[in-house]
């Protein structure tokens, strides 16, 4: 479906508008101060504002999508590298410590998020499913992690942080569980009248149902 | 010999010809490692009868192989089962399968290998922390390919409801319309599903939660075992596994028990129709499986009393639609249908019965002060061998029997007719022998019996012979028939 010229405008003010309201040292100040604003907040606020902003530029990169991110590999392989950096603690850490990190946080967090936005409406089914439930499983050991860490893992944070990020983690595992079950279970239905016309349906339809 | 020409291919709309062959090597697959396990299986009763000699260790190793092979196998020939006969009524994409069957079959060479050649015996429950702690007989490595092995066959089950549902979607728009809730609140549905696709949907509702949970708490354990001080809170753990692996287990009659819904009105002439019981009683299954594990917990008195009940509850009330809706109507639609009996209903019949009556230990051992005293008794694997053992498996040995039966009306003739009462006289055997070990609170998981326990450990192996003879026969049939229909 083709979107809006304002729909798209709409959305890159958005994304950046919030990537520039993360960056405000007010924000940033109160949000790193904690774990879980850091972890849980400023992050995943970033890779949001990067989805808006991949979202909006998604028909102008068209072309250049379908020559190099086929399926949504590339888009998602450079996301999921992105965001493993940003799981382990250390690098968490030095976000706080060395501005060079910070930079890379504000500029690789919005890149992955773009790349979801241009990867998932590219993907087969099957792909996005299984990167949905090995997310969700994986937030799950996260959770744990962080929980069951008997060390303190960030030099600049407590560790009763952990153990709250630990918690909030596992609150955003359930959050996105539910969320991604909700599409499939209860998502706009469109009955087709044969097996036939079913089939030919989901053959003609690019990738098929979502799941 | 029947003509064979017409056979294996009986499918009937053109999404059911992807990946035909590899449901028929899964079944057949399938088979051969029942085989093996039984075999498995009689060597741990001779053991603990006292008629063969085994040392604890190889004891232990064989039946982690036995309980996690027979898990396995119940899963695939009910995936085979269902894939099947989803494929006539949605679109499925036959590289999934052949993929799934690769995950598979990876995940069941890294089992293997963790317990022969590493020597792991943990049980194919892993319960948190035991694969850490081996005492000394096998290595971590040895754990970890084992939980590796788990983690790609549930990679393979992730793969195959995720294309499932795909195609369920595809068709019906999303899985409520497929679970038929339209009809069940409404009263009516324009594009009602048939049974398989309400099987279907709601085992890929309550099976894909069972997978994701199952994957987080194998990666759990995985981390565990190089990073011993990462601890995880043992009740929390023994949750998850036991989530995991009830509906994993109860998730592959669920899938088999679509065979029945489809191939039981050929014989009948009566359509099977999904109504609203039929909706109402799949919904509230699908919700069921999720809620009932607790009943594997009842001996663990530090858990919230709520999920005890629940667990004691749920389990009165998972039985029942179950019985109401298949087994009850089962009996109606066989009534004056003046149908003929051949292998194939039989066994599809006999696996309702397993199923049934099956489940009935399981409710008795659900009763918090019966289960105090027999959980940890035969009694249990009573239950498990009923249900899987005369349940799923003659289920699907109905489907391969249906799925190699010739054109013209056979009957039940000699050979089949003495495999199938092997395998019913034996498979029950075995099963009533495990009750009768509960009943006299012999020990389940014990390598080493008394003296005293003996003659029902002797009178077990004795039906486990006979069955294993039984599932040879149907088993040979099979693979018989396949080769006869390629080479003609």
């Given at each position: 479906?083709k ?16 990537i520039?309201a993360l ?12 774990l879980?604003g ?5 992050m995943p606020?970033?890779v949001?504002a ?14 250049v999508?379908?020559q190099?991110n086929?399926?949504g590999?590339a ?19 030095t976000?706080i410590a060395?501005?060079?990190?910070e930079?890379f946080?504000f ?9 979801l936005a241009?990867?998932f409406p ?8 299984a990167?949905?439930?090995h997310?969700?499983s994986m ?10 860490a008997p060390?303190r893992?960030c030099n600049?944070?407590l560790?009763s942080?952990?153990?709250m ?13 539910i969320y ?7 998502g ?8 036939a ?14 799941i | 010999m029947?003509?064979?020409s017409a056979?294996?291919d009986r499918?009937?709309a ?7 062959t590899a449901?028929k090597?899964s079944?057949g ?6 085989v093996l396990?039984?075999l498995l299986?009689?060597c ?13 260790e190889?004891?232990?190793e064989i039946?982690t ?6 898990v ?6 009910g ?9 006539r009524?949605v679109?499925l994409?036959a590289?999934?399968?052949?993929l ?12 293997l ?6 020597r792991?015996?943990?049980a194919?429950t892993?319960?948190?922390?035991l ?6 007989v096998w290595e971590?490595g040895?754990a ?6 788990l983690?790609?066959i549930?990679?393979a ?6 294309e499932?549902?795909?195609a369920?979607?595809a068709?019906?728009g ?9 009809l ?8 009602a599903?048939?049974?398989a ?5 709601a085992?890929?509702?309550f099976n894909g ?12 354990s995985l981390?565990n075992l ?13 949750n998850?596994i ?8 109860n ?7 679509i065979a029945v819904y489809?191939i039981?009105p050929?014989?009948?002439g009566r359509p ?7 909706a ?11 809620a009932?594990?607790p ?6 008195t530090v858990?919230?009393?709520?999920a ?7 389990s009165y009330?998972a ?5 109401v809706?298949?087994a009850?109507s089962?009996?109606v639609?066989l009534?004056r ?7 194939a209903?039989?066994?599809?019949v ?7 009556a099956?489940?009935?230990p399981?409710i008795?051992?659900a ?7 027999m959980?940890?008794?035969l ?13 799923e498996m ?7 029997a249906?799925?190699?039966r010739?054109d013209?009306p ?8 003495w495999?199938f009462l ?18 006299m ?5 014990w ?15 004795f ?8 599932t ?11 080769a006869a229909?390629?080479?003609?």
């Amino acid at each position: 479906m083709k979107k809006s010229g304002a729909t798209a405008g709409f959305q890159a003010a958005a994304g950046a508008g919030v990537i520039v309201a993360l960056m405000l040292p007010f924000s940033r100040g109160r949000l790193e101060a904690t774990l879980v604003g850091h972890v849980l907040v400023q992050m995943p606020l970033l890779v949001l504002a990067g989805w808006l902003l991949g979202s909006a530029l998604a028909e102008k990169l068209e072309r250049v999508m379908e020559q190099w991110n086929r399926f949504g590999v590339a888009g998602f392989t450079f996301a999921i590298f992105v965001m493993l950096f940003w799981m382990v603690p250390r690098s968490v850490d030095t976000a706080i410590a060395h501005t060079g990190y910070e930079i890379f946080k504000f500029a690789g967090l919005p890149c992955a998020g773009a790349a979801l936005a241009l990867s998932f409406p590219r993907t087969i089914p099957l792909l996005a499913g299984a990167l949905k439930a090995h997310f969700v499983s994986m937030l799950a050991v996260l959770a744990w992690l962080y929980t069951a860490a008997p060390v303190r893992l960030c030099n600049s944070y407590l560790a009763s942080d952990q153990k709250m990020l630990g918690a909030g983690t596992a609150l955003f595992a359930c959050a996105f569980a539910i969320y991604w079950a909700l599409g499939p279970l209860f998502g706009l239905p469109k009955p087709q009248p044969t097996i036939a016309s079913g089939a030919a349906a989901a053959r003609e339809a690019p990738g098929g149902a979502r799941i | 010999m029947a003509n064979v020409s017409a056979l294996v291919d009986r499918s009937t709309a053109v999404g059911a010809k992807p990946a035909l062959t590899a449901v028929k090597l899964s079944m057949g697959l399938g088979g051969l490692a029942l085989v093996l396990l039984m075999l498995l299986g009689l060597c741990m009763r001779l053991a603990q009868g006292g008629l063969l000699s085994m040392e604890p260790e190889l004891f232990y190793e064989i039946m982690t192989a036995h309980g996690a092979g027979m898990v396995g196998i119940a899963a695939l020939t009910g995936a085979g089962i269902m894939w099947f006969f989803l494929a006539r009524h949605v679109q499925l994409t036959a590289a999934v399968y052949w993929l799934m069957l690769c995950c598979f079959l990876l995940g069941v060479a890294l089992v293997l290998g963790a317990i022969f050649v590493g020597r792991f015996a943990g049980a194919w429950t892993f319960l948190y922390p035991l694969p850490a702690h081996s005492g000394g007989v096998w290595e971590t490595g040895a754990a970890a390919v084992f939980l590796a092995g788990l983690l790609s066959i549930g990679t393979a089950f992730l793969l195959f409801y995720l294309e499932t549902g795909r195609a369920i979607i595809a068709r019906y728009g999303n899985l409520s319309q497929a679970l038929a809730w339209p009809l069940l609140l409404r009263g009516s549905q324009d594009d009602a599903p048939p049974p398989a696709v309400v099987a279907s949907a709601a085992v890929i509702v309550f099976n894909g939660i069972g997978i994701v949970v199952g994957a987080a708490v194998l990666a759990i354990s995985l981390i565990n075992l190089y990073a011993p001080s990462f601890t995880i809170d043992p009740l929390l753990a023994k949750n998850m596994i036991y989530f995991f692996g009830h509906v994993f287990i109860n998730a592959t009659i669920y899938m088999a028990v679509i065979a029945v819904y489809e191939i039981i009105p050929e014989y009948t002439g009566r359509p099977w129709k999904t109504s609203r019981t039929f909706a109402a009683a799949w919904s509230a299954i699908m919700l069921m499986v999720l809620a009932v594990y607790p009943h594997h917990l009842l001996q663990d008195t530090v858990m919230p009393g709520w999920a005890l009940a629940i667990g004691q509850v749920v389990s009165y009330a998972a039985g029942l639609p179950v019985i109401v809706v298949t087994a009850f109507s089962l009996l109606v639609y066989l009534t004056r249908s003046g149908m003929r009996w051949d292998l194939a209903s039989a066994l599809l019949v006999t696996g309702v019965f397993g199923w049934t009556a099956g489940v009935m230990p399981a409710i008795v051992d659900a009763v918090i002060v019966v289960n105090r005293v027999m959980h940890n008794t035969l009694w249990v694997p009573g239950h498990f061998h009923f249900y899987l053992l005369i349940g799923e498996m003659a289920m699907a040995f109905g489907f391969m029997a249906w799925l190699t039966r010739a054109d013209v009306p056979e009957g039940l003739p000699g050979a089949s007719y003495w495999g199938f009462l092997a395998y019913l006289i034996g498979g029950t055997g075995v099963a009533v022998t495990f009750l009768i070990g509960g009943a006299m609170s012999v020990p389940r998981r014990w390598a080493v019996h008394v003296p005293e326990w003996f003659m029902q450990d002797r009178a077990a192996a004795f039906f486990a012979l006979i069955s294993i003879i039984g599932t040879i026969v149907l088993l040979g049939r099979y693979l018989a028939r396949l080769a006869a229909a390629a080479k003609a």
